[in-house]
């Protein structure tokens, strides 16, 4: 007799979870060991810029591609097969001789970890009725900062009992135990023989009517392309997602150079973004959710005036470069935190609500190559400007660049009942 598991969508969004923490402990492995790495395999600074450029260049290539990956051969085999070969790559790291090696691994590790935010909308939009898809989006995104959190006492860890080798190895060994986990537990809902009859009927009762139109056909990239609520999800995300990409890989760094923070403080204050941008992810599906059950928004309208507010608070951001104290700049870095994966979980989680579910992973891998070119050109222009003028001016576009975002939000994207969802493509240019 098979065993019914109430609550069985959350159980699944849970492994995703574990699976998205696997994924940054593998992506933030490198940047904890890279003093031990560097001494030992001889690479310079401007070696390492190459080494991290590689991954933020193959990681947009990556997203669409992945998520076009999951739409053709399923979530359980897609997302299998990118888990496996993040982990094995993660664990070559500890075998590179050089720098061109770890250039090498690196841009292969941006491929297959853009998988996991195409992977994970299109398990909430098969998995969550409508309106809980926004706190799905919320729950497995807080991997991302987990594993950001878990990463420095992980691989010093391992550093310090062993060598720079096995912090590598046992960051990819986690992923690997996450894939047989997940190859063991995971099904779709329909296969699912744990799933009650009441939560498949509470799911399907929540979707939207139009969201299996041909579902037999796989996705259309041109017509994707061509639709106005695809721009209106990817430019937001071309604004936004440059905040993060400061926080993961600036942030310390400016702590170091300008506000003459020691490593010591460092490690005890770089984490605290990390922990207010959980408290984001959760607030953002949420609020789009109560919107809807006390005023009757709806959910799309709902998630944009979320995006809205959290555009506004990012606002705070601005003043970074400004403050005098080192603590209210810390302050600030948390509220962007807090402000930036609010409204990021809410513009990643639209792709379920505006596209069929055949699409959803192909349609978030797209827009994620548009925020990932977003973040890589924003990252160059540090790299080559800050030098000369100084982070405050990067601090400042940050605080405001998504205000434009939530401008496009609103001006591009229709929603379903408005009649701009349907599978014949609704053009840019209409």
Request: charged share 10%; glycine share 12%.
């Amino acid at each position: 007799m098979t065993i019914k598991v109430k609550g069985l969508r959350w159980w699944m969004i849970g492994l995703l979870t574990l699976g998205t923490i696997t994924n940054y402990l593998a992506r933030s492995s490198l940047s904890v060991a890279a003093p031990a790495v560097m001494e030992h395999l001889h690479i310079s600074t401007h070696q390492y810029g190459w080494i991290t450029g590689a991954f933020l260049v193959m990681y947009p290539i990556g997203a669409p591609l992945t998520g076009y990956l999951m739409d053709r051969v399923g979530l359980r085999a897609g997302f299998l097969i990118c888990g496996v070969a993040w982990s094995v790559i993660c664990m070559a790291h500890g075998f590179a001789g050089g720098w061109v090696g770890l250039f090498v691994l690196r841009g292969m590790l941006g491929f297959v970890e853009a998988a996991f935010i195409p992977g994970g909308m299109r398990a909430a939009a098969y998995w969550f009725p409508a309106h809980e898809r926004g706190i799905a989006a919320g729950v497995f995104n807080l991997g991302t900062s987990l594993g950001a959190i878990m990463a420095p006492p992980l691989i010093a860890w391992s550093i310090l009992t062993y060598n720079w080798h096995m912090a590598f190895i046992v960051a990819g060994g986690l992923g690997l135990c996450w894939a047989v986990l997940w190859l063991v537990f995971y099904r779709h809902p329909d296969e699912h023989k744990a799933l009650t009859a009441e939560e498949a009927s509470y799911i399907a009762a929540g979707q939207a009517p139009d969201v299996d139109a041909h579902v037999s056909a796989r996705p259309l990239l041109r017509e994707i392309l061509t639709q106005r609520n695809f721009w209106g999800i990817a430019l937001p995300r071309f604004f936004a997602d440059p905040v993060w990409g400061t926080l993961v890989y600036w942030m310390p760094l400016y702590l170091y150079q300008v506000r003459g923070f020691d490593l010591k403080t460092i490690a005890m204050t770089a984490w605290l973004p990390f922990v207010t941008a959980d408290l984001g992810c959760m607030m953002g599906g949420s609020l789009s959710v109560w919107l809807n059950r006390r005023f009757g928004t709806p959910i799309v309208d709902g998630k944009r005036a979320v995006f809205t507010l959290g555009a506004v608070l990012m606002i705070a951001m601005a003043g970074v470069g400004f403050v005098q104290s080192p603590g209210t700049a810390i302050f600030l870095l948390c509220l962007g935190g807090f402000a930036h994966q609010t409204l990021s979980v809410t513009v990643i989680s639209m792709s379920a609500d505006l596209f069929p579910r055949r699409e959803v992973a192909t349609v978030t891998g797209l827009a994620g190559f548009v925020a990932g070119i977003g973040n890589l050109c924003f990252t160059l222009l540090i790299g080559w400007f800050v030098g000369r003028i100084g982070y405050t001016p990067f601090f400042t576009v940050l605080g405001f660049g998504d205000l434009i975002g939530a401008v496009c939000l609103w001006t591009l994207v229709k929603r379903a009942a408005d009649g701009a969802h349907s599978d014949a493509a609704t053009a840019v240019s209409a």
